[in-house]
């Protein structure tokens, strides 16, 4: 059995990530000692990993809760959890064309740049003129 604090240092998670966790039923209500500490078992230590890795692969709460949710049932079809770790690649996929878009606006910026008086300075220029943008704002901060 884990306290919360071990189970924390054990998956990289914070304590506080892990009440919350349980608060919206990513991970199960603990078992308690006597004197109301919680308690898990290894179990909890999968799901935890599992949830925590998840998250670095980017997947949202909901996601991860239908995907966890396929894995408490191992009769179902993988074609679901296919569909939901497609549906996040193409997610980051289009994530990492808006940072391309970015990467190529920040360049031209920079290499525009002179060097010269900030009242010269075409960073600040480009900036101050939304026309002069080739991406859309909105698209890159999505």
Do not use: W
Request: charged share 30%; hydrophobic share 35%; with cysteine.
């Amino acid at each position: 059995m884990l306290t919360i604090g071990n189970l924390a240092k054990r998956t990289g998670t914070k304590v506080q990530t892990i009440r919350y966790y349980e608060q919206i039923g990513l991970m199960p209500e603990p078992g308690r000692t006597d004197g109301g500490q919680r308690r898990y078992r290894e179990a909890e230590l999968d799901r935890l990993s599992f949830v925590r890795h998840a998250r670095q692969l980017g997947f949202s709460l909901e996601a991860i809760r239908e995907l966890l949710d396929l894995s408490d049932h191992p009769g179902k079809s993988c074609a679901e959890a296919d569909a939901i770790a497609r549906r996040q690649l193409r997610q980051v996929e289009q994530r990492l064309a808006r940072l391309e878009a970015l990467r190529s606006e920040l360049t031209r910026m920079v290499h525009e740049c002179s060097g010269g008086q900030t009242a010269d300075c075409r960073v600040l220029e480009v900036l101050r003129d939304h026309a002069e943008c080739l991406t859309d704002h909105d698209e890159i901060g999505a």
